[in-house]
């Protein structure tokens, strides 16, 4: 399994911005997609966005145009930039990583948005 350190989670008011960011243990060529995902209590998690190896994006509808992922090869990195944070943003943000034989998650990172 590919270890996942997450980092970059905090608390900002409604309209700001923050950074997250993921490490993978092993070089990001040789897994499949990696991605970020939150959740809140109570609610099961869902998908934010993701990256695969073939350099393919995606983004659930409720963040497109506010949250860009990026990848760093060099630093078996990805990022999630989120801009013009919302409320109904907040809760724990995982990152995933997906190869042919195995799933891994990150612990987790929170994120606070207040209104």
Known sequence: QVQLV?????????GGSL??????????FSI?????????????????ADTTRAGNIN????????????????????????????PEDTGVYYCKAVNFTSVSWGQGTQVTVTA
């Open 32 to 48: 499949n997609a990696m991605g970020w995902y939150r959740q809140v209590p109570g609610k099961q998690r869902e998908f934010v």
């Open 59 to 86: 983004y659930a509808d409720s963040v497109k145009g506010r949250f860009t992922i990026s990848r760093d090869n060099d630093k078996n990195t990805i990022s999630l930039q989120m801009n013009k944070l919302k």
């Open 6 to 14: 997450e980092s970059g989670g905090g608390l900002v008011q409604a």
């Open 19 to 28: 950074r997250l960011s993921c490490a993978a243990s092993t070089g990001l």
